[in-house]
């Protein structure tokens, strides 16, 4: 008795025709972002980071407020040339 094995044959795929376009660049790092896991670790922390710089500084800020003199409290307005459009 004879035994066939059937091989199975990797799909064929055309050969490239040029350069990657953007596109398909987006597509790729896009799939990247959602598989990897440590991305939304990473972002995460970035997000947890940013906010506690902001409330340090603004703490800091903050505390010194009522010892600064009120010359210094007041906004600086920016000059004219920052803003030609207004």
């Not at 995460?44 to 902001?54: D, K, N």
């Not at 000059?79 to 030609?84: E, G, K, L, T, V």
Request: positive net charge; aromatic residues 6%.
């Amino acid at each position: 008795m004879a035994t066939t094995t059937a091989t199975r044959q990797a799909p064929v795929l055309p050969a490239p025709s040029g350069r990657a376009g953007f596109g398909g660049t987006l597509r790729s790092e896009f799939t990247k972002i959602r598989s990897v896991r440590s991305t939304y670790w990473t972002l995460l922390m970035l997000l947890a980071v940013s906010v506690g710089i902001g409330a340090a500084i603004s703490t800091v800020s903050a505390s010194g407020w009522s010892t600064t003199p009120p010359a210094d409290r007041t906004p600086s307005t920016p000059p004219s040339s920052a803003s030609p459009g207004c």
